[in-house]
Nanobody, 119 residues
Framework: QVQPVESGGGLVQAGGSLRLSCVMSRRTFSSYAMGWFRQAPGKEREFVAAISWNGGYTYYSDSVEGRFTISRDNAKNTVDLQMNSLLPEDTAVYLC????????????WGQGTEVTVSS
């Protein structure tokens, strides 16, 4: 199973920004819609954002709409998440995966990257 590798997390104050990146070394990367998910301590993993295979269509959870922007570079097999106006409730481990709708397509997950937003 090919696991994604996420990076870019850290500690930031409320109102700040972070840019997360995910690389997935899969030959068919450009064939899949890709998405970001997050899991806060003690909570279930939830969908955050997704982008179509060619980058032409994006969609977001209500909680991040207007603050986060997802993008991808098929030449580099990467998908990024620009997070602005961060809130303490955005604190979580962020993970990426190929998606079908708002569901993860593959069972294999990476380690994720941890985002902590202080108030």
């Amino acid at each position: 199973q090919v696991q994604p590798v996420e990076s870019g997390g850290g500690l930031v104050q409320a109102g700040g920004s972070l840019r997360l990146s995910c690389v997935m070394s899969r030959r068919t990367f450009s064939s899949y819609a890709m998405g970001w998910f997050r899991q806060a301590p003690g909570k279930e993993r939830e969908f955050v954002a997704a982008i179509s295979w060619n980058g032409g269509y994006t969609y977001y959870s209500d909680s991040v709409e207007g603050r986060f922007t997802i993008s991808r570079d098929n030449a580099k097999n990467t998908v990024d998440l620009q997070m602005n106006s961060l809130l303490p409730e955005d604190t979580a481990v962020y993970l990426c995966n190929a998606v079908a709708g708002r569901e993860a397509r593959f069972d294999s997950w990476g380690q994720g990257t941890e985002v902590t937003v202080s108030s």
